[in-house]
């Protein structure tokens, strides 16, 4: 669970790259491609944060757990990590960050937790959904079918040079099918995945898959017509529990929905290698509040 760099021809990944400009500060550049609707997704900004904190303890810990707010938007381009070290121990060590465009406010805040292998035991209560195969599942980069009278306009970049995706559990806005429970199953894979240098992919990456939760909200609320309103979440915090390694390839992402009022919605993600010797491994559990505009 090292918190190694990507390679330089990981594009997209770049953007996690951080450098050090004195003073407990961090510079990174977001590329467009992480542009989601208005601002940058979320998880890129908590992996810049992870990565700076990281750097400056310097202790080799991998990342345990770590709360992020997002107080106010992050444009794309360059932005600044302000980092506090809490305590620097030799099996755990804590950190603070705040992240934001060079100058100004921070839009971004962070605690984390980092720690090293420690004796125990083990154990996992969850389990993963019964769901096809990714090649089985239709990818977020298809186009609406005609007879939706939804616009073919195309996914955002972010769905064709950071992440494919594919749905596995769950309805697309135009299917009329009843449905159920407030919970849908994504398959998530990085376009040109980011590895660490134990041949494991950088577990950062599984923060930018932890900050997708919408889905079951929007599961629940069945289908809408094409001229009805359309409906985004920015996230106001998240949340995200690291449990080991996940290996390169696609990681099955089960998110379910436990209310919505006033605005907002809860939810949790369960992220799942299904590669992992003996079946499925949980690798990350998160949770997440965000809340609702309407896309002009």
Known sequence: MGLASASMGEVAWDSTAVTAIG?????????DE???AMVPQGGVLAAIGARAM??????GQPLRTIHGVFASPVAA???EAVVTVLRRGRSVSQARVELGAPGGAAGFSALAVFGGDRPGFEFTELVPPTVPDPDECTSFREPPPPESGFEASGPWAFWVDVLDGRSALGHAPWDPSPRGAAEVANWYRFEDPPISDDGTLDPLALLVYADMMPGPVFERLGSR???EPRWFAPSVELTAH???HATPGWILAHAKAHHAGDGYASAEMALWDPRAPGGPRLVAWACQQMFFTQLS
Do not use: H, M, N, S
């Open 23 to 31: 003073d407990c500060r961090y510079r990174a550049a977001i590329g």
């Open 34 to 36: 992480w542009v989601l």
């Open 54 to 59: 990281a750097t400056e303890l310097a202790t």
């Open 77 to 79: 381009g360059t932005v």
């Open 225 to 227: 017509r094409p001229d």
């Open 242 to 244: 690291l449990f080991g």
